[in-house]
């Protein structure tokens, strides 16, 4: 299994905008992310190629507490009775893309993916990934 953990708050990906001449483009915030996404992809990979197997990927998007919230609520949300909304999940994922041809060859070859968003005390995403059989051989 390779896991990979990205220290800080997750930031989901952001809506492709567009300029007045019509030419698209993925918002600073964004491509900030999958840049650090890519560095401890990176590192991970300690200099293996990109897995080209089917893929089972594990996510979990751990997000502060907010300051302003009681003791009491603050406990409820580390003891996961509340949980965090905003980023969707799915725009969590798709910041995934930090990881195509350094982790993976592509994407496409995720064939299964668990993903949660919990609140706790280290603000991470972490990511672990393993071929659909569960051997490493290829790494």
Known sequence: MIRIMIPGIPVGKGRPRMTRSGHCFTPQKTRIYEDKIALFAHEAMAGCPPLEVPLAIDVTAIFPVPESWSKKKKQQALNCEIFPGKPDIDNVMKTLDGMNGIVWKDDAQICTATVR?????VPSLLVDVQP???NLEDK
């Open 132 to 134: 659909v059989d569960g």
């Open 117 to 121: 968003k919990l609140y706790g005390v």
